[in-house]
């Protein structure tokens, strides 16, 4: 078990340009999250998978954002027409959910964009 | 809308000199409050998951605590190595419209010096 893998771990772009990041989450876990944290700010919800299904998007995710999760393995969070404003770390989460019983979140180191 | 407040922003501790954290929350219908420490360049790293008020839960020299309108995170004769972000988030109940989403706070930054 490695643990929640994210690449890249930093990313600086300029504005305008299109970046796609790569989550690879603990193998046996059947749930994966993105969030979105900025500086001494707490992680904010953008999406989850359960397999390859996505289930719930946050209703402040701009439609430049989308998420995939083929096969429901790894998962890709591309942003179109990047902004300065998404200059953020964007983390991935990985759980394995039962039914009707609270889960635990494992979280990835990020991967930081920069956009100039 | 689920809101998490965390207090103080920052606390700077002497090594040895027990404190207290603030998590104060309002959620419809709470399923779950978790804590979590981060360490800096790294994602939040799981503490501990409570359920219902009067719940209390330890970890080494952390003891998190629940009521209904808030959680508290003592810390007993801390270390160097405890200094961190400490992170609480909310999960509501679904059954209240909540979907699996954590709402977390903006932090405490611990910081224990020798």
């Known amino acids: 078990d490695t643990g929640v893998s994210q690449n890249p771990r930093h990313k600086i772009t300029k504005r305008g340009q299109n970046v796609t990041f790569r989550c690879d989450p603990i193998s046996e876990h059947n749930r994966l999250y993105w969030y979105r944290q900025t500086l001494g700010q707490g992680p904010e919800f953008l999406t989850y998978?359960?397999?390859?299904?996505?289930?719930?998007k946050s209703r402040l995710l701009s439609d430049r954002f989308s998420a995939e999760r083929p096969k429901g393995s790894f998962s890709t969070l591309e942003i179109q027409r990047t902004e300065q404003g998404d200059s953020a770390m964007y983390l991935c989460?990985?759980?394995?959910?039962?039914?009707?019983?609270?889960?635990?979140?494992?979280f990835g180191s990020g991967t930081q964009l920069s956009v100039l | 809308e689920d809101q998490v407040t965390q207090s103080p922003e920052a606390l700077r501790l002497q090594e040895g000199e027990s404190s207290s954290l603030n998590c104060s929350y309002t959620v419809s219908g709470l399923r779950g409050l978790f804590w979590y420490r981060q360490d800096p360049g790294k994602g939040p790293e799981f503490l501990f998951t409570?359920?219902?008020a009067g719940e209390e839960k330890e970890k080494e020299r952390l003891k998190a605590t629940l009521t209904k309108k808030e959680s508290f995170l003592h810390i007993t004769a801390p270390k160097p190595e405890d200094s961190a972000t400490y992170l609480c988030a909310v999960q509501a109940n679904p059954r209240s419209g909540g979907g699996n989403k954590l709402t977390f706070g903006t932090g405490t930054q611990l910081k224990v010096e020798l």
């Open positions: 998978f359960q397999n390859e299904a996505q289930l719930e």
């Open positions: 989460a990985s759980s394995l959910a039962v039914a009707a019983t609270n889960e635990k979140l494992f």
């Open positions: 409570l359920y219902s």
